[in-house]
């Protein structure tokens, strides 16, 4: 894939800045489709596809949670590891306020509001990751190392199958 192919989102500013090598993972987008769909075109594990998940605790404080593609989060376990009586999912427009980026292109990278960041401590043991770049159909592929140096993510232990 050529280099000026692309998308000059506010993430990958923010990768090009902390000298990210990442490469870039275009696909055909499909609406409610998931980490199911990327996996699937672009020939990757779904376990190693990491969503972005937007979430606000019980004070409607928001935060992102890092989880594999093929597994859930146990929000009440969730609840219980950061010291809140309870988690859930923001409504779609919350998350776009919060981040800049619509649902499906979420990225972890260079959100509009600062939020604590959590993620499964497993990703951290795989070779390589695919996570959203700020737009739907692409996706970086880096390494979890380059995750943990610029996004300093709080490890949990709360997958689900």
């Known amino acids: 894939m050529a280099k000026d192919k692309t998308p ?13 090598d990442f490469i870039p993972r275009l696909y055909t987008y499909e609406e409610k489709g998931g980490t199911a769909v990327s996996a699937r075109e672009l020939g990757v594990d779904e376990h190693a596809v990491i969503k972005t998940l937007i979430m606000e605790d019980d004070g409607k404080n928001p935060l992102i949670v890092l989880m594999h593609g093929d597994r859930q989060v146990s929000t009440r376990e969730l609840a219980r590891q950061i010291g809140a009586r309870g988690v859930s999912a923001c409504a779609p427009d919350a998350a776009h306020r919060h981040t800049g980026y619509l649902v499906g292109g979420t990225s972890p990278f260079a959100v509009r509001k600062a939020m604590p ?27 979890p190392n380059d995750l943990l140096r610029v996004l300093k ?8 199958s």
């Open 8 to 20: 000059v989102t506010p993430a990958v500013r923010l990768l090009r800045q902390e000298n990210v």
């Open 117 to 143: 960041v959590y993620m499964e401590a497993s990703i951290a043991e795989l070779p390589r990751i695919y996570i959203n770049g700020g737009k739907r159909g692409f996706l970086v592929e880096i390494t």
């Open 153 to 160: 993510p709080v490890a949990v232990s709360v997958a689900i």
